[in-house]
T-cell receptor, first 112, second 110 residues
Framework: QQQVKQSPQSLIVQKGGISIINCAYENTAFDYFPWYQQFPGKGPALLIAIRPDVSEKKEGRFTISFNKSAKQFSLHIMDSQPGDSATYFCASPEPGTYKYIFGTGTRLKVLA | NAGVTQTPKFRVLKTGQSMTLLCAQDMNHEYMYWYRQDPGMGLRLIHYSVGEGTTAKGEVPDGYNVSRLKKQNFLLGLESAAPSQTSVYFC?????????FGPGTRLTVT
């Protein structure tokens, strides 16, 4: 039962470009929307997160945009760098279950 | 402060062999999780625990068992390994909102 749908599956961006990854969720009870970054051979690590009471959160080159009515949230990477090449997962803790729902991941490659 | 550690990092098993993967966390988290990651499949939850002495099944529990005898440790066991269990296994400990992952164990079953 997939509750978080992530797209695209893979993304290639030129250095300096903008990378955009999208997630759509189904459960309106979700109240926390993090993005995780995973480098090859490593475990995922929390990158940035947003709560539904704000529409945007920015940390350096990384921005989350949140659209409550559309039940979507997006990760924007500005001025993308080769070091950003990784797999990105959207996620949300499922209220009342102790489980964490992950998207299927987006493999980003930033060309030098 | 090591965060989440996993032992071993790599392992090769023959079909039918058994093994235990160990996860340890030093953040005093109540919640701990075992995931497997396969190409194109994202992270799939195997088992989880919401406190010492408790365990529950996740999305893909068949062929695995777990134990949480101490708050800081979460063990994942494979009683009779099968090639379908070839995967990368991640342990995570969690607050109610944020998950912290270990470095992973790469398991190959031949």
């Amino acid at each position: 039962q997939q509750q978080v749908k992530q797209s695209p599956q893979s993304l290639i961006v030129q250095k300096g470009g903008i990378s955009i990854i999208n997630c759509a969720y189904e459960n309106t009870a979700f109240d926390y929307f993090p993005w995780y970054q995973q480098f090859p051979g490593k475990g995922p690590a929390l990158l940035i997160a947003i709560r539904p009471d704000v529409s945007e959160k920015k940390e350096g080159r990384f921005t989350i945009s949140f659209n409550k009515s559309a039940k979507q949230f997006s990760l924007h990477i500005m001025d993308s760098q080769p070091g950003d090449s990784a797999t990105y997962f959207c996620a949300s803790p499922e209220p009342g279950t102790y489980k964490y729902i992950f998207g299927t991941g987006t493999r980003l490659k930033v060309l030098a | 402060n090591a965060g989440v550690t996993q032992t071993p990092k790599f392992r090769v098993l023959k079909t039918g062999q058994s093994m235990t993967l160990l996860c340890a966390q030093d953040m005093n988290h109540e919640y701990m999780y075992w995931y497997r990651q396969d190409p194109g499949m994202g992270l799939r939850l195997i088992h989880y625990s919401v406190g010492e002495g408790t365990t529950a099944k996740g999305e893909v529990p068949d062929g695995y068992n777990v134990s949480r005898l101490k708050k800081q440790n979460f063990l994942l066991g494979l009683e009779s390994a099968a090639p379908s269990q070839t995967s990368v296994y991640f342990c995570a400990s969690s607050t109610p909102y944020e998950q912290y992952f270990g470095p992973g164990t790469r398991l190959t079953v031949t």
